[in-house]
């Protein structure tokens, strides 16, 4: 039996929504920064990503990390989420898990009541302070890079459902936001298959109507994916609830770290909710995070806010991935 590199992981879950550690089997990433070992692990070890986030060894809705040397020098440590499309940018219930995660493995000695981990995202870098309690790390939270309203009350026409209004807001990754109920739709009662066809026509459509950018780096210039809400923008003491649909329509069990900043920053924008008032975000699994408006700041010509996101990961064990070299199948599918 030949057997090609073999893989390590840690599994764990924010909100049902995985983690998949990586801790042995990728080689060395090169780039001087965070965004040039994404485009090397895109343009050269793609192959990885598909045998370890598809079949047989992940699912369609499979979620990953692949940690790097960082180089930012504040960092603690570095990395790169992956998912069935791609690579992504910012991944908020993943740097939940993460913060856990360093604090565990003394990545970062641990201190009570709160350990900081800083991670070096491709979007720049995140600060996470972790709950500690007789040596346990616990709830985590991060505070955003600058996130911004890139458009607000925006319209297209789409054949299936007609006008539909939304916002663009970015918060590490850019989201388009619209109210499922423009679908006839509920994010609570509604099919997931249905909420997914939704979210999907209005990504594709925005892809090919709309060019995105950004003042930091064009890499981080593309539309990650739609986020149906409950049309819940107001301040409220009520969980508002959304379902985010991204990459290839994947969906997050997670109510999505990126996706709330995101969120949160364009209801800033529309004066509908103040510097420290903090709201709670609801996941089709009922899993909750909470977000407040941290302070305000800049990012290039755009007005930007960073948001405080709280959350709790769990671990799900670990695992130890082979590839017999015979193994065709095995090298990695998708079925939906």
């Not at 090397?40 to 598809?54: S, T, V």
């Not at 663009?168 to 509920?186: N, T, V």
């Not at 923008?233 to 900043?261: H, K, M, W």
């Amino acid at each position: 039996m030949s057997i090609l590199p073999e893989f390590e992981t840690v599994e764990m879950h924010t909100g049902g929504e995985p983690v998949r550690i990586i801790l042995k089997g990728y080689p060395d990433i090169p780039g001087t920064t965070i965004l040039e070992k994404r485009r090397y692990a895109k343009e050269h070890l793609d192959h990885f990503r598909q045998f370890l986030m598809y079949e047989p060894r992940g699912h369609y809705d499979m979620y990953g990390v692949i940690p790097v040397s960082p180089s930012h020098p504040d960092a603690h440590l570095a990395v790169l989420f992956i998912h069935n499309e791609g690579y992504s940018t910012m991944c908020g219930h993943a740097t939940i898990a993460l913060g856990r995660f360093a604090v565990d493995q003394g990545i970062v000695p641990p201190s009570e009541p709160y350990t900081d981990v800083n991670i070096e995202c491709p979007c720049g870098l995140v600060q996470v302070r972790v709950e500690v309690k007789e040596g346990r790390a616990g709830n985590a939270s991060f505070l955003s890079v600058p996130a911004f309203s890139f458009a607000n009350d925006l319209s297209l026409t789409l054949s299936e459902y007609g006008e539909i209004r939304f916002d663009i807001g970015y918060g590490g990754a850019f989201y388009a936001l619209a109210d499922a109920g423009q679908f006839g739709l509920d994010i609570r009662n509604s099919r997931t298959r249905d909420l997914v066809d939704a979210a999907t026509a209005l990504t594709e459509r925005i892809k090919s109507d709309i060019a995105l950018s950004h003042p930091d780096d064009p890499d981080l210039a593309f539309l990650y994916g739609t986020i149906l809400t409950d049309g819940s923008d107001s301040y409220g003491l009520e969980p508002t609830a959304n379902i985010c649909v991204f990459a290839n329509a994947q969906v997050d069990r997670s109510p999505t770290g990126s996706g709330v900043t995101a969120r949160m920053a364009v209801q800033y924008s529309k004066d509908l909710v103040r510097i420290g008032q903090e709201r709670r975000f609801e996941s089709v699994t009922g899993a909750l995070f909470t977000a407040a408006v941290n302070n305000e700041t800049s990012c290039g010509d755009y007005p930007a806010v960073r948001v405080l996101v709280s959350g709790k990961s769990f671990y799900s064990g670990s695992c130890h991935f082979i590839h017999e070299t015979d193994d065709t199948v095995g090298a990695g599918f998708l079925l939906r």
